[in-house]
Each structure stands twice: as C-alpha cells, then as structure tokens.
C-alpha cells in the first residue's frame, strides 16, 4: 500500500487514507506529522475543485475522510494546532435565513485555503456580526443567504457595520443561490462570489492587498 | 361506453386530463366573459405547453405569501387563519390577473403543524419570525443503515422509522407492528396485530393524528374554495398535482444532502435500489392529485441535481434516470411533468434533452435561458427564468427590460411559459405588476 496520506485523501480513497493515518501512528509518527500531510491533501481538494474537476459531493466527502482521520489522531495530540495564517475571515449565514449548505462551503474551501475562519452559524442577528469584527478585528466579513428575505438582512448587516464605524477596514462578500450584482448594489457589498471559489479569490485579494 | 381509466390509452389519459382541466365539469362561472376568459387562459398555456404558437405568451408568477403581503399580513396570518389565507390570495389572482393561479396549497396549515409537533420544517411563529415564509431544517431523519428497512417496504418504514422522528407527536406509531399482519382471524394473527392499538404511546399518536385530520379538513376546504372562486372568476390553476424525483426524496427530507452525498460513495448500490423502489410511488402521488384536480401539470422542483451539486458522472448515474422514469410514469398517466430545476442546469442541458419529447415542460430558475431555447427548442416547451433578484429589488423599468429579452430568446415559435426564476414573497408591487403587464404587452405574436 502506498504511504502517502495526502494523495489518499486527496484521491478520495477513505479506507486507504484511515488505515494509513491508523498505520502511521501505530508506528509512532508524529501526530502533528501526521494532520499537516491531511491538511495537504485537502490542499489539493480544495484546488481541484477551484480548477473544476471536484463538485461538491467530493467537498463533503473529504471533509468526512478527514473529520475520521481526525478521530484518530487527535487524541493523541499533545500540542497545540498550528494556527492558519491566511488572515482573518467572518462568515455568517444572515439573520432570518437558515440554510448552511453554500455557507459550509465557502467556510470549508476558506479554511483549506489557509484562512483563520470565523463560522458564525445561520440565522445571526445584525448586532452579534459587529461584534465580532470588533471581537477578531477581522476584515473580510462574508454573508451568504438562500432567501430572498436574506437581500434585507444582507442590507441591515452591512448598514449596522457603517453605524459601528468599522465600514472603511471591512470588505464585505455576499454570496448565495439568487445573488446578483443588483444585489451588491441594494446591500451596499462590495462584491459577491457565485461559488466558493470566488469567495476564497475574494478574500485572497483583500487581505494579501493588506 | 366511457372507458375506465385503467383502460385509456397515455394519450386518452391526457386528453381526459386536458378536457377536464378547459372545461372543468363542476365549474360555476360567475359570468359568460369569465368563462371564455377562463378557457382562453387555458387554451393559451395548453399551446405553450404543445409547442404552437398562442396568441400570447402566458404568464403565471410563481408567487408564495406575496398576496398575504399586499394585504398587509404576515405568512402566519395566512398559515392560521383561513379567512385571511382566501382573501389575500384571492386579491393577488383578482387584481393582478396572471393567467393561471398557483392555489393556496403553498401555505399550509400551521396549526396542524402545531398538534403533530413537526421537526421538518421551522414556519412563521415556530422557529421563523411571522414575517417570513417557512424553511426546511435539513437532518439524518433517515440513518445510514436503514436503507434495507426502506427497501423492503417503505410504508412500513415511513410510518414507523420516519414519520416518528419528524413529527414528534406520532412517536407511538415505532410501536405499531405491519399491517400485513392482520391477515386473518385464525392463529391470533389479527389479534396480535391489534396490540399496539391498545398501548397510551400508540393512542396518543392516533389522538394527534385525527385532531391534525380535523384541521386538515378545515384547510382543504378552503383550498377547494379558492380553486372554485378562481375558476368562477375566470382564472385556472396551473398545478394538477406535485411530487419529486426519488434523488431529492432521500436527499432533501430522508438523508440529508450530507446523508445522500456519503451514500454516493458508501452505499450506491443501496442508495440506487431504494429510488427505484421509490420513483413509482412517485409517479402515484403526482397522478393522483392531477386526476382529483382534473389538470395535467404535475410540478417536480429539482434540487440536488444542479450544477456543482454532482459531477456530470453522478447527475447520469443515480439523478437523471430517476428523474426520465418519474417522467416516463406520469406521461403515461396522461400528466404533463414540469420539472423544477432550481439554480443553475447549464451543465445539463445536454441530458435532459432526452425528456419525453412535446410531452413536458421544463422550468428554469437561473439557467441561461437563450442556451436553453437552442438546446430544448425543439424537445418542449420552456418556462421560467425571471430574476427574482430584478423582481425585489430592481425598478419596474428594470422589470419590463428583463421580460423584454426573455421574450426575445425564449419565445419564439411559441413554447414558452413566463414565469418567475424563483418563489416571489415580499417583493415590491409594482415590480409584480410590471412584470405581468409587461409580458401582456410585449408577448402578443404577430
């Protein structure tokens, strides 16, 4: 069998990617070893699916391999993980509007971009999303919404970011199933992103423009 | 002789569907002009639907509460109060006058939601402010390993695995033993069968169910009151019935999108048994409310079939022949299946080409609709495609320029409906308005 666990996971070979993270820790490797060469191989994940060869499904997939993969080693992690060192990104599904899926998304292709994510759930009222930009002192905020309630909740979120005085720092994204640019302009964004990928493109040229 | 329907022939079936849908028996006509109103709007989609050239293109908006909101209620308003449901919706069909209505059934009856304690969905008041319209709360209702239990007998599983995870109030039905038990009186097989009759879970959940069959009953009656109002106005309904195409069936409601995805992978053989063990149920629950509604048009919304939802490999393999076999039952039950596909279905325009041809309709949220016409053109008839992003926050000039390119790549030839890409709920008047006017004016062919 081959060693290689990021290529294993990254293949979406689930039995061979567990046995072989199970395999290396039997045989003392170093869990931190063992997590950063996951991380790689979602790495690459993540770059298929920006490069259109993987669809969501194999998203979620990887994410299952690896939350197993996860199971496995953490418990015999004695340090700390290593922080990300992307930059700093809030994403929230708006206040009123439930679904997660495309916000899962956009967190999950983020976060294997090398983002330090902030998920702050569906349904997040206005107030809770100023405070956490003054919390993190992030500044790319990312509001997704499937509704086409969320178009008002997007508006009053980012309004509620100009009255806190924390506008001209922030990059706001809006993203979600009926998002156009009629919508960036009605909520006062400053872009939107079809898909995850655009999202992570975004925040890549806002926070490396820093 | 009148033949029975088990006898009809597919396309006996749809031309008793199709008459009773122009001329429905039971119809009391408020006047001779709502009449010919009533039968010029039907004749007008019926041509869409076939391919010809109508006198105009038809427009029917995909409206959800947006009656309750122009009478200044809330979708609760209108999911517990029957009166106000009939009335609002009457005064969006009335003033408006689309050509055809999309009936009340878009609002359910709250309180019934209520008595059953239902985990499915979250609605105005219970989980939802009142202002808004209500929401799916996507779970594992069905786990993994139960995909033999499902296989080998769905109502069996439906009623005791499912039913009782989503609707709290009906958690005695787990005790319920099958039905196919009770086969006869000899050796104590109906006997034992009638135990779990007797136990306080199992009589709790049958108390739940006939108080939730009261309210149901008071919510169909004005649902059937609004069809009758409607006809006499001189105003059809578009939907015959609805059902779903079995991916979406496990997908949205048994498994999760989560559940399913990892079944594409885990467990295809199962997963891929179980839709075929779906799909004719499927087929049944559409052709029985388009024959009791006497109207062709079945609506099947299409959700995890859109692009970037599967690969193209995974939409062959385990969506689109579910979906072609749900289509292929309902023609031959004389319906007209209407496929739903919500989001984007640019990458699978080329597949559905192989749709029963002239036979369905295929609607359209934000596909590029001019790709679209080149590429179904020639199969059915299309409908769809207005942003509701334009319907909610544009101008009504921004409205009449969208129906105004839509018409321009769609409607030539005929065999295109106008219709919103989306569900329209709080969008503003004159938005609505224009969009309807509009296609009045600019969809006449010459």
Redesign the interface.
Known sequence: MAKDLAKALAD?K?DEAVAIAREKLDAGADPMGILNDAGKGMEVVGVRFSKGE?????L??SG?ILKRINEIVKPKLTGGVAKKTGGKVIIATVA????D?GKDIVVFMLDVSGFEVYDMGVDVPVQKIVEKIKETGSTVVGLSGF???A?DAMKQTIDAISKAGLREKTKVMIGG????Q??V??TGADAYGK?AVEGVALARKWLVAK | MVKQWEEMTPAEKRQDLDSKWLSPPEAKYANAEAEKEYKARVQRIMDAVNMKKPDRVPIVPMVGFFGAYISGLTPYDAMYDYDKLMSSFSKFVLEYKPDAHVSVTVSPPGKLHDIIDYKLYAWPGHGVAKEHSYQCLEGEYMKANEYDALIDDPTYYFLTGWLPRVMGALDGLKMLSPFTNMTEMYGGFTGAAFVPFGLPPVKAALKALSDAGDEALKWIQTVGAFGASMTAAGFPGFFGGGTKVSFDTIGDTLRGTKGIIMDMYRQPAKLMRAMEQLTPIMVKMGVANAKLNGCPIVFIPLHKGADGFLNDEQFKKFYWPALRDLMEGLVKEGCIPFPWAEGGYNSRLKVIKDSPKGKVIWGFDTTDMAEAKRILGDVCCIVGNMSIATLSVGTPEDVKNSVKKLIADCAKGGGYIMMSGAVIEDAPPANVKMFIDATKELGVYK
């Open positions: 979406l689930e993987y669809f969501i499904p194999d979620v997939y299952e009123g509007d439930i679904h899926i509704l086409t309630l178009y199933g009926q998002i156009t009629e919508i302009k009605y898909d």
